[in-house]
């Protein structure tokens, strides 16, 4: 490693698969703390012009329920468009830090100096505030409007509220299902001759994947249509999994094909006597509520 000489390009030359996995998190430099708080103010402005404005004509109602009927549908109006200007204000953050400085997958030095880790901290801080405000709705399907809005390829029919997601270079196929504590990672700290590095590898997941509850997708992962990551286990960096097949264990290997997986729940239930080891037929249909 002594001899590597670490730029973005140099991630090619390390073996990522004897890399460890490492926490993702990134620093708010005071610059990301002020686009952050600015973020946050504009936002609110219109909304507040609002409230103020209609408030005052909602109070001068001559009977009382219309006051409270107007009050919510000032709330409504409020929330809603707080909402709409916080996605448009990100989205147009967003394409002004990309004008400035082109966000690209590699390995880069945890130094503000360094403009791509510096930049990349400050597309996070700006699609955090995003994602934070959208995952409070009360519809599920607007984070992925948000993920949409944030160059982030998702489908409207996915489940991904139960899992946690990277925010950059992560490809979600159609019809996905993330389980609960799932986390996806497109990018994680490594240690490098006693220094600390930012690595960035696209993640893509294909159509009708399941990531089993509590599992970890790391950086430069590529899972295919149909395939189904087990319970607790984890992708090395880099790896590729087959479509349409079953992985468990630390790190992923092939446990079985989906399709086999599926005719084995078709078969008839069977039960094992304790004494024999004989298996024997189960009429679990005894258990069926006939209405």
């Given at each position: ?9 140099s ?11 490492t ?16 973020l ?98 009360c ?20 489940t ?55 599992s ?36 992923a ?16 239930p ?18 069926i509520?006939?209405?």
């Amino acid at each position: 490693m002594t001899e590597l000489k670490i730029n973005s390009e140099s991630v090619n030359e390390l073996d990522l698969t004897q890399i460890p996995i490492t926490t993702n998190a990134y620093t708010m430099s005071f610059s990301a703390i002020l686009l952050y708080l600015l973020l946050h103010a504009l936002s609110l402005i219109m909304p507040t012009v609002m409230v103020l404005t209609f408030f005052s004509f909602a109070m001068d109602s001559n009977l009382f329920h219309w006051r409270i009927l107007l009050f919510f549908i000032d709330f409504l109006a409020w929330w809603g468009a707080y909402l709409l200007i916080s996605l448009l204000l990100g989205k147009l953050m967003l394409i002004i830090l990309k004008l400035i400085h082109k966000a690209k997958e590699g390995l880069f030095r945890i130094d503000k100096n360094d403009k791509d880790y510096s930049f990349f901290c400050l597309r996070v801080s700006v699609k955090k505030f995003i994602f934070w405000i959208w995952n409070n709705f009360c519809f599920p399907w607007v984070s992925n409007l948000a993920f949409k809005m944030c160059d982030m390829k998702a489908d409207f029919k996915s489940t991904m509220f139960d899992g946690w997601s990277d925010v950059e270079f992560i490809e979600f196929g159609n019809n996905i299902m993330i389980g609960q504590g799932a986390q996806v990672f497109s990018s994680i700290i490594v240690r490098i001759d006693g220094d600390d590095y930012l690595l960035i590898k696209k993640v893509v997941i294909g159509d009708h994947v399941v990531l089993g509850g509590n599992s970890i997708v790391s950086p430069g992962t590529i899972v295919g249509k149909g395939a189904t990551l087990g319970v607790w286990c984890i992708t090395h960096i880099n790896q590729v999994l087959e479509p349409d097949f079953i992985y468990i264990g630390r790190p992923a290997r092939k446990y079985q094909p989906t399709q086999k997986a599926i005719e084995e729940t078709k078969r008839e239930p069977t039960r094992r006597i304790v004494d024999t080891g004989e298996k024997i037929p189960f009429d679990a249909s005894q258990f069926i509520r006939e209405e």
